[in-house]
């Protein structure tokens, strides 16, 4: 039972100094966006002893209840009043009700009720899979999206946080809209949040949330670590049956421990070139040593942790010999850097040269326009 009123002044009786007093109490009930008082009794008492009947009425909300008042002393009754009903939003948890006496007194008194709608229930969110430097994908659903059930733009989200709590500043997110179950890729082009920054090789709190646009619900569902960064790698010299590549590993989370390979045939088997055990950024250089001459190698790399590998940068090894070609000046034998030609009675600068071998067009001579 909730107090409307307490002691509020409403009229007068007999002469204008002798007030009346009313306490009016009640109960407030919602049924989805109506919101009902009811079981209203006005108490009425006045300021000095008071004798006599009087017909008066009440008004709240509009509605009207008319009674008949006997007047005992200060006790002037109590009266059951009608019950009256108004509509409210969604959201809306209070408001205000008039009210107004048969003497020409009003106001008005403030009701509380529960909201009309409710959050969204049965939020899962699965352990994260194609993970990556950057992100991963989850499996969010819910069972239901309360009230409002349907509001067109309503989501599900999934999110990575750097911290146990689903909140920012730390917090990089994804949503999909109007469905109950969507896997959700979140990675650093993900919009909904923007506050984190995913690294790689670095522990993290995942999770998820539901919107329907009127209340949410979310929830921290685990931990689980980005994979590492591939390596960069790039040629650095050659021999007719080896080729010497330089690496750079950039720096990450250092969570775990990182293993480098090479493969040189298309992943098949792999060879170890370095392990790193920091998160700082390293660098070095490996040789592939036993290869075949005059043969073309394409060099896949790959960095290694406990969550997976991830792809490092592709090379091609191309141990064929470059020909060269030779002229003699002043009686000794040098490189020709720049080669002339006579087109149209104009001397021109031959860039390339193509001679047969085995059978096939082989580049026997580039010039580069050297100066002379």
Known sequence: MATFLNGVQVGWWSTQDNYIYATLTGSVT????TVTLSDMVLTLTSRYSSWGQEAQWFIVNGTQTDYTVYANGLDLGSYQLNNTSFSVSDTQTSASVSWASFDGWNGSFTVGFPSGSTPPTGLT???PYNITPHGATFDVSISSYGNPPSTD????EAGIAGQNAWQSPSLRSAITQNTLSASITVDNTSTQTQTL??????QYYYGGGANNLQMSTSTISGQFVTAAEGPQVSISSKTTTSVTLDYVAPADGGYYNKTLA?????????TTFATITSGSAASGSFTISGLTQNSVYTVLTKVTTTVGSTAGTTVTADLRP??????????QTQKIVDLYCSSNGQANLVTKIYGSVNGEAKLIYQGFGHST
């Open 197 to 202: 920054a995913i690294k790689p090789n670095t």
């Open 322 to 331: 470059e020909a060269t070609l030779y002229g003699s000046v002043s009686g």
């Open 125 to 127: 969110v699965s352990a």
């Open 262 to 270: 090479y493969s040189i045939d298309n992943g098949s088997t792999w």
């Open 153 to 156: 733009g309503r989501w599900i």
């Open 30 to 33: 919602r049924s989805g966006n």
